[in-house]
């Protein structure tokens, strides 16, 4: 959430930066509530103080005087004010909470202008697309295709969007998420192996509750929800905890399956990997020094950029406009590889800056140097990397004359071959 001392003395600044998001609230409303909110609560304190008074009062009189009676009754007829006013306020703090958490994160200065993704910038491209496999086609019309994922089994078992790889994909799946958090620990990231359910505290706290855009898988009996990044436990770790200044950044990583509704998704988009419900995703999450965050963020995509130059898939870097950007978002960025068999970039992994807007929600703060007060670090994650769509670019962009996929050396440790599939 933003600060908001922020949001009252600079009201017309967070306005200008909500409106170029594509998240709607009404500020005016919530600072109308926050000041009715502001005092009724001085009111309830005052009446409180009232009533101390009152009871000091009471105990220096003489019971059944005509003073005493009387002030019992001033007692009782504030006490009944009070508890009128708490029941109100109560409902009002619901009201006021609920808008708070509807503000997004406002964009970075330096974030592009934009109303949606067709106005996202290219910053920079890798790799060269004349060198993509002249055999390409789609990943999911490869000849043995169903006979290493098989899809219409996971219909059978959950539904829609929940494959079961089987053989040599299943391994060569494993050696991907081998690989990025081998890559990730030559990093610095120090890797956790997390929870895959959060409790709705948790989801709050990076931003994913309230749910915008329908994506969170619930299991309402116990109340948890199944992480659709590994973003939220790893971010969660350090809730409510405070860091030196001197361990900044705090860098680690994690591999868990991710879980997203994708609600809305059909067609072209959704064929084969394109779009899961489930994947494996290995994350990249860091705690910065608000100072340096947006260096941390650069370094963190080129983090992610060196993986994808090792496995050779051509890649580019897009700046996110505002009106593309996520919810909790200061500044984005989307790595996108060439997915030679489709003709089109697949989006692989999303880095960004949240600024202060989760650590605020998740109370993770550090003891500042400079000012000698707690403050609330910059919290930044990427994917390092996703793997679907990275193995269907690996797929259709190393497709040979005979049918089957070349491996990219970096893998073949894991999986000690050098092809994948069947001979046409």
Same mark, same amino acid.
Request: glycine share 6%; aromatic share 10%; hydrophobic share 35%.
């Given at each position: 959430?933003?600060?908001?001392?922020?949001?009252?003395?600079?009201?017309?600044?967070?306005?200008?930066?909500?409106?170029?998001?594509?998240?709607?609230?009404?500020?005016?409303?919530?600072?109308?509530?926050?000041?009715?909110?502001?005092?009724?609560?001085?009111?309830?304190?005052?009446?409180?103080?009232?009533?101390?008074?009152?009871?000091?009062?009471?105990?220096?009189?003489?019971?059944?005087?005509?003073?005493?009676?009387?002030?019992?009754?001033?007692?009782?007829?504030?006490?009944?004010?009070?508890?009128?006013?708490?029941?109100?306020?109560?409902?009002?703090?619901?009201?006021?909470?609920?808008?708070?958490?509807?503000?997004?994160?406002?964009?970075?200065?330096?974030?592009?202008?934009?109303?949606?993704?067709?106005?996202?910038?290219?910053?920079?491209?890798?790799?060269?697309?004349?060198?993509?496999?002249?055999?390409?086609?789609?990943?999911?019309?490869?000849?043995?295709?169903?006979?290493?994922?098989?899809?219409?089994?996971?219909?059978?078992?959950?539904?829609?969007?929940?494959?079961?790889?089987?053989?040599?994909?299943?391994?060569?799946? #494993?050696?991907?998420? !081998?690989?990025?958090? %081998?890559?990730?620990?030559? =990093?610095?990231?120090?890797? &956790?192996?997390?929870?895959? @359910?959060?409790?709705?505290?948790?989801?709050?706290?990076?931003?994913?509750?309230?749910?915008?855009?329908?994506?969170?898988?619930?299991?309402?009996?116990?109340?948890?929800?199944?992480?659709?990044?590994?973003?939220?436990?790893?971010?969660?770790?350090?809730?409510?905890?405070?860091?030196?200044?001197?361990?900044?950044?705090?860098?680690?990583?994690?591999?868990?399956?991710?879980?997203? #509704?994708?609600?809305? !998704?059909?067609?072209? %988009?959704?064929?084969?990997? =394109?779009?899961?419900?489930? &994947?494996?995703?290995?994350? @990249?999450?860091?705690?910065?020094?608000?100072?340096?965050?947006?260096?941390?963020?650069?370094?963190?995509?080129?983090?992610?950029?060196?993986?994808?130059?090792?496995?050779?898939?051509?890649?580019?870097?897009?700046?996110?406009?505002?009106?593309?950007?996520?919810?909790?978002?200061?500044?984005?960025?989307?790595?996108?590889?060439?997915?030679?068999?489709?003709?089109?970039?697949?989006?692989?992994?999303?880095? !960004?800056?949240?600024? %202060?807007?989760?650590?605020?929600?998740?109370?993770?703060? &550090?003891?500042?140097?400079?000012?000698?007060?707690?403050?609330?670090?910059?919290?930044?994650?990427?994917?390092?990397?996703?793997?679907?769509?990275?193995?269907?670019?690996?797929?259709?962009?190393?497709?040979?004359?005979?049918?089957?996929?070349?491996?990219?050396?970096?893998?073949?440790?894991?999986?000690?071959?050098?092809?994948?599939?069947?001979?046409?």
């Amino acid at each position: 959430m933003l600060d908001l001392k922020y949001i009252r003395e600079c009201a017309e600044e967070v306005k200008a930066g909500i409106s170029r998001k594509k998240f709607r609230c009404d500020l005016d409303v919530f600072l109308a509530i926050d000041r009715k909110r502001r005092e009724m609560l001085a009111e309830i304190e005052d009446l409180r103080a009232e009533q101390n008074g009152a009871n000091d009062s009471v105990a220096k009189m003489e019971k059944g005087s005509a003073e005493f009676r009387e002030k019992v009754t001033e007692m009782r007829l504030i006490s009944e004010q009070v508890g009128k006013l708490d029941l109100e306020f109560k409902k009002l703090e619901e009201t006021w909470k609920s808008l708070y958490l509807s503000i997004p994160n406002v964009p970075h200065h330096s974030v592009p202008l934009g109303k949606n993704e067709t106005e996202n910038q290219t910053i920079h491209s890798w790799g060269d697309l004349e060198k993509i496999s002249k055999f390409a086609v789609p990943h999911y019309d490869i000849h043995w295709f169903g006979d290493y994922l098989d899809f219409p089994r996971g219909v059978k078992v959950t539904g829609s969007g929940f494959p079961f790889y089987i053989g040599d994909m299943a391994r060569l799946v #494993r050696a991907l998420i !081998s690989f990025f958090l %081998d890559e990730a620990r030559k =990093n610095g990231y120090i890797e &956790f192996m997390p929870p895959i @359910l959060v409790n709705a505290d948790s989801a709050m706290a990076t931003g994913q509750l309230p749910d915008k855009e329908g994506q969170m898988y619930h299991a309402e009996v116990d109340d948890y929800y199944c992480i659709p990044t590994a973003e939220v436990p790893v971010t969660n770790f350090f809730r409510n905890e405070i860091f030196s200044e001197e361990e900044l950044p705090v860098c680690r990583c994690a591999y868990t399956p991710c879980f997203r #509704r994708e609600a809305g !998704s059909w067609g072209k %988009d959704v064929r084969g990997l =394109n779009r899961l419900h489930q &994947f494996d995703k290995v994350e @990249l999450v860091k705690w910065a020094n608000p100072n340096n965050s947006f260096d941390e963020l650069e370094k963190l995509k080129s983090n992610a950029e060196s993986m994808l130059q090792k496995l050779g898939l051509a890649y580019r870097v897009l700046a996110i406009c505002t009106g593309d950007m996520g919810f909790p978002h200061s500044k984005q960025y989307d790595l996108e590889v060439f997915a030679g068999g489709q003709k089109r970039w697949l989006e692989v992994s999303s880095c !960004s800056n949240f600024t %202060d807007f989760q650590a605020r929600r998740a109370g993770i703060r &550090f003891k500042s140097k400079e000012s000698g007060k707690l403050e609330f670090v910059h919290t930044l994650n990427g994917s390092g990397l996703a793997v679907p769509r990275v193995l269907a670019a690996l797929l259709e962009n190393n497709l040979q004359q005979d049918g089957r996929v070349k491996i990219p050396e970096v893998l073949r440790h894991w999986i000690n071959q050098d092809t994948l599939g069947k001979k046409k």
